[in-house]
């Protein structure tokens, strides 16, 4: 009996002693396999530091890969708050050099963090003030390399192609539609400290920056810039308020050059009301189309064989009743009897009403519909308008009539253009 308790006490050391082993195998097996990342990344947060490498933004091109968007390289100052020794003084240099108070940057100084980006007194600093920083040489203080936008045609093409943030990310125009794209992924140099934040003396790891990707767009600078100078004349000429310009292939709908007054500098942006950034005017501005709508009641009238342009005739006394409404033609006394063609080529206004009526409201409204009107272009620009249009149950004859000759509704530049 002495022996058997014995044996069977063994055999339960033995057999916990397995089940603690089996344990410790399974939990090294979870660490080394299902949670190594984890902890690997955890571990390496508590001895490594990054000094972050800003990554280029995706340049902009033309139809024939010329520049309209691109990097320029600057500096920031970036911190290490563990590492300056003698905080008062770090803080009242730098302040003297960034022109800030010794409150503001010393609150920089002492932060508790391990690393202190300073902004915005320190980002995208000029050379000499670089050069200033630099030559203090102190522990801690690190100037790191950074992209800025630059926009080497100034003002042409300013809301077409929008501008940046000073973190690079994009605000307006295609910088902003586009921003996934130019938008590159950061660097860094990456070291390692001491539980204090101290640099260690082992080898530096470079994280290189991946740039975003270049972005072809269908303009033709050659064309923009020629389109800029006439605007800038007209505002000259004229003293307008504004202006606009739409160039676009009539083959492919590929718009080559594009730009409105007011304008601003995209490098300088910060200096312009919102107002004048945020409007596109030839995607956001609406106007009645006038005369320029008439070809669209042309084509539905011929589309639909509802007259024929050279046997049809019309006379046109200056002026035609619409449910006691007048309606007059540009040319007092009108053009007396002519065909279709003629009412074309003298842009008649009653001429067209009788056009419009009989091609029939709902016909109408339906061409005017097909040919994008009432509707946003999706032109892939931010802040695009989609015009106003008559809603058909409540677009009487008088409606119907001034429709058919562009008055009574509103229509953006592009959409006209497309």
């Known amino acids: 009996m002495f022996f058997n308790d014995i044996h069977t006490r063994i055999r339960y050391v033995f057999l916990i002693v397995i089940c603690l082993i089996l344990i410790v195998i399974v939990r090294v097996f979870v ?25 280029d933004r995706g340049l902009i091109i033309d139809r024939n890969g010329k520049e309209l968007a691109t990097n320029i390289t600057t500096t920031s100052l970036v911190l290490i708050p563990n590492q300056i020794a003698d905080k008062e003084e770090v803080s009242k240099d730098l302040a003297d050099i960034l022109g800030v108070t010794y409150e503001e940057m010393y609150s920089h100084v002492s932060k508790k963090t391990s690393i202190e980006r300073v902004h915005p007194e320190g980002r995208q600093l000029s050379y000499e003030i670089a050069e200033k920083i630099n030559n203090l040489n102190y522990d801690g203080v690190y100037l790191v390399k950074e992209s800025k936008r630059y ?6 093409l300013s809301h077409v192609l929008g501008y940046v943030g000073i973190d690079n990310q994009g605000l307006s125009g295609l910088e902003l539609y586009y921003d996934d794209y130019l938008t590159g992924e950061d660097g860094a140099i990456k070291y390692f400290s001491d539980g204090k934040g101290n640099r260690l ?30 605007l800038d004349n007209v505002m000259s000429k004229y003293n307008a308020e504004h202006a606009l310009a739409i160039v676009m292939d ?19 942006y910060q200096d312009y009301t919102t107002e004048v950034i945020n409007r596109n005017l030839p995607i956001w501005m609406t106007y009645e189309p006038g005369s320029t709508f008439k070809i669209i009641t042309l084509a539905s009238a011929i589309e639909e064989k509802a007259i024929d342009i050279f046997t049809d005739m ?35 206004n009653p001429g067209f009403v ?21 509707k946003k272009t999706n032109i892939d ?27 009574g509704i509103s229509v953006t530049p592009i959409h006209l253009t497309v």
């Open 250 to 268: 009539p083959d492919t709908g590929e718009v080559l050059a594009m730009s409105s007054r007011p304008n601003f500098d995209n490098n300088n």
């Open 151 to 156: 926009y080497p045609y100034g003002s042409a």
């Open 201 to 230: 003396e082992l080898s530096e790891v470079y994280e290189a920056p991946t740039s975003g990707i270049t972005i072809q767009t269908t303009i033709d600078l050659d064309l923009q810039l020629a389109v800029e100078n006439e």
């Open 381 to 407: 620009l931010n802040g695009e308008s989609s015009g106003i249009m008559f809603k058909l149950e409540k677009m009487g004859p008088v409606e119907h009539a001034t429709t058919s000759f562009g008055q």
């Open 314 to 348: 019309y006379t046109d006394t200056g002026a035609i009743g619409v449910e006691g409404a007048t309606l007059h033609c540009w040319k007092h006394g009108g053009h007396g009897t002519q065909t279709f063609l003629q009412v074309i080529e003298n842009s008649c």
């Open 354 to 374: 009788i056009m419009g009526q009989k091609v029939g409201k709902e016909k109408l409204m339906e061409y005017i519909a097909n040919f994008g009107f009432g």
């Open 31 to 55: 660490i080394q396999v299902f949670q190594y990342d984890k902890l690997s990344t955890l571990a390496d947060s508590l001895w490594s530091r990054k000094l972050p490498i800003a990554a």
